[in-house]
C-alpha cells in the first residue's frame, strides 16, 4: 500500500483534481501540506485497520491444514 504512495507522490503529486490520490498521498498532503495532524494521523489508522483487516481475511481464506513432518 506503501509503494502506490511513491509512484503518486514522484510523477503527479495529486493528479489534476486527485484523480490519482491514495491514501498515502492524502495523509501527507493533510498533515504536512495543510497542517492538519490529527486528521492526518486518523487517516494513519485507517490505514492499518485496513492493513489489518485485509491481513487476516488472507489468513482466513488460505489457511490450511498444518503438515508436520
Request: charged share 10%; net charge neutral.
Amino acid at each position: 500500500m506503501n509503494g502506490s504512495y511513491v509512484l503518486v507522490q514522484l510523477t503527479t503529486q495529486g493528479g489534476p483534481n486527485n484523480a490519482t490520490q491514495v491514501m498515502g498521498s492524502y495523509l501527507y498532503q493533510q498533515a504536512f501540506d495543510n497542517f492538519n495532524f490529527g486528521y492526518g494521523a486518523a487517516i494513519g489508522v485507517m490505514i492499518l485497520v485496513l492493513n489489518l483487516a485485509t491481513v487476516l481475511i488472507c489468513q482466513v481464506v488460505l489457511k490450511k491444514e498444518k503438515v508436520e513432518f
